[in-house]
């Protein structure tokens, strides 16, 4: 009488680890030959069959990297963006959160919402024009402004999410007190909602470093971010696997160890404050 | 900072009252001041995306030359655009792939999303291995894609050649590079989809499956009938979402095969691009980009009408 069921749940135990392990495998798996590659020197990049565990381990393709390009300038440009453009987007688009949050306004949302369905070619054609008209093409700054367009609809939309669960009547409590509203925000409402400045930031970071195709279009050759020079420069400089998957590791490398070591703040914004209500 | 009990009672008063005797609410007042704090974010919105918007209108009825004036031509962008069969033939090529690429993450992410449900040991570990296709650098891993794809050398071919599948093609021939790239996507895009259905599983009530159970319900009936119905407005954003994305897909194309080969990956986004920054037809491109745009809000619009449909019928 025992066995069956017992049977029955030891069998569809191993088939939920069976079926986990074809769902989870390939995400790994891609970036484990990623980093075989760029641990390995060319001519076991290029065997067939296929190398897979690098025997020796080499460094030589990262310090082909770093050797033979810009790479430091590249990353420093990606910083520069990526992080001027998630200050400014915090700057800009917390207070605007918890503006939109506390009168309810749903056209501003609507807005915020109508930027995540635009192509992001369509901000590009007139910005690439009006840069050039005002002499900003391929520079820094240009690329900041370009990723506000990232970064300040991310921020706002999670932001939003966090203050509506913020309480009111503690602000309320403040206000009839004679505090501004100004106030109520700096003191109260924004140290409530500092899980959700976290989140905003994390991911506007990481959209922001993923970026390419602003870089394409509007980098120069010294102050490309990182993915668009890793596909202009590296890609046409060297044909070899080994750098170049070197390099895609260098570039993706941050994102991926965010990914980890944030993962309860990114499904928390992916998941409930940056796709709101169900 | 205030404690609560005044709070609770002052609001107590206003909601019982409608004028207060001693001290008028002034909450009103402020309320219609909040906006103020969105100035700010107005400003940059106005600057990066409703000016870019307002002036490929304006630019999509010009006859653009780089570096040199431009005319004013009417509906002549689009009247050509709507003959320019490469476009139309991207258009479908775009719906296409968006089908495929909507379609099956939303299924594998629907049933990803029941597993990580389940509690069992490494959870937290395997989900942030399987989100690390999302967040990844789309082009750092497209360019590792490149190299799996090589036709004599690819690890990819070798792994079919292991289980006796003869060498695919994968991007290098019309008729395999749009699932190929679909596969991509799949691979990338099903774990949002099992974000957000793991917030819909998570917020579900216990009270439907205890009594199902007891009324003898086996697995498949409680999926069917209880979690799918309570889960779907979380399918529905995951599929709106997945739309948008699908339709605008850039990265992984234009690294991997640039549209090719020939055309036989050419979808709107990339169209687009090339209309735009290979050959410079400026105004041309706008007329694409307000297209390209109608379509995008018409198709999640329909979807939103879907899911609002879906949630009263819930």
Not at chain 1, 106 to 119: D, G, M
Not at chain 2, 263 to 278: G, H, K, P, V
């Amino acid at each position: 009488m025992m066995r069956a069921p017992k049977l029955r749940r030891i069998a569809g135990n191993a088939g939920f680890a069976l079926s986990l392990f074809v769902l989870v495998s390939p995400a790994i798996l891609v970036f484990l030959w990623m980093l075989s590659l760029s641990l390995k020197n060319d001519a076991d990049n290029t065997a067939f069959p296929p190398i897979f565990i690098p025997d020796p381990p080499t460094l030589d393709n990262f310090r082909d990297v770093f050797a033979k390009n810009n790479f430091l300038l590249y990353f420093w440009n990606s910083i520069l963006v990526t992080g001027g453009a998630v200050l400014v987007g915090l700057l800009v688009g917390v207070p605007a959160g918890y503006g939109i949050a506390r009168a309810k306004s749903a056209k501003f949302a609507f807005l915020i919402l109508i930027a995540r369905i635009t192509p992001a070619l369509s901000y590009l054609i007139p910005l690439f024009l009006v840069f050039q008209l005002i002499g900003l093409n391929g520079t820094i700054t240009a690329l900041l402004v370009t990723h506000l367009v990232i970064t300040v609809p991310i921020i706002v939309w999670v932001m939003i999410g966090y203050f509506e669960n913020v309480p009111m009547e503690l602000e309320d409590a403040a206000l009839v007190d004679g505090a501004s509203p100004w106030q109520g925000f700096r003191h109260i409402a924004l140290p409530l909602a500092r899980p959700g400045i976290i989140v905003g930031a994390i991911l506007s970071f990481i959209f922001s470093w993923n970026n390419f195709i602003f870089s394409v279009v509007l980098g120069g050759k010294t102050t490309r971010t990182l993915p668009s020079a890793i596909y202009n420069v590296l890609t046409f400089e060297q044909i070899s696997w080994g750098p170049l998957a070197a390099a895609a590791l260098l570039v993706t490398l941050p994102v991926l160890l965010l990914t980890v070591v944030a993962q309860r703040q990114i499904v928390a914004g992916l998941s409930a404050g940056g796709l709101k209500d169900g | 900072m205030a404690g609560p009990s005044p709070a609770m009672t002052r609001r107590g008063v206003k909601d019982v009252g409608a004028s207060p005797p001693t001290r008028p609410t002034t909450r009103y007042d402020f309320s219609r001041k909040y906006w103020l704090f969105a100035v700010p974010a107005v400003v940059a919105i106005l600057a990066v995306i409703v000016f870019p918007w307002l002036f490929t209108l304006y630019m999509s009825t010009q006859d653009w030359k780089i570096g040199g004036g431009s005319a004013f031509i009417g509906w002549s962008n689009y009247a050509i655009l709507f003959q320019d069969e490469r476009f139309l033939e991207a258009v479908g090529r775009t719906f296409w792939f968006t089908a495929l690429a909507v379609v099956l993450p939303v299924m594998l992410g629907v049933a990803a999303a029941v597993m990580f449900h389940r509690e069992f040991p490494f959870r937290g570990i395997l989900r942030s291995i399987f989100t690390m296709p999302m967040m990844a650098t789309p082009v750092a891993v497209a360019l590792v894609w490149t190299m799996m794809f090589h036709p004599q050398l690819g690890v990819l071919n070798y792994l079919l050649s292991l289980v006796g599948i003869p060498p695919q093609a994968w991007v290098y021939d019309p008729s395999t590079v749009i699932p190929t790239l679909v596969m991509i996507e799949v691979w990338q895009w099903t774990p949002l989809v099992m974000l957000i259905v793991l917030g819909g599983l998570a917020s579900l009530p216990r009270e439907p499956y205890e009594s199902a159970i007891i009324d003898g319900a086996n697995a498949w009936h409680l999926f069917r009938h209880i979690t799918l119905p309570l889960v779907w407005p979380y399918v529905m954003i995951a599929v709106m979402l997945r739309t948008i994305d699908a339709l605008k897909v850039f990265d992984n194309i234009f690294v991997i095969t640039q549209g090719g080969p020939g055309t036989a990956s050419e979808t709107m986004n990339i169209f687009l691009y090339l209309q735009a920054f290979q050959f410079y037809k400026l105004g041309y491109a706008s007329a694409l980009v307000v297209v390209f745009f109608i379509i995008i809000v018409v198709l999640s619009l329909l979807l939103l009408y879907a899911r609002q449909r879906s949630k009263w019928n819930a």
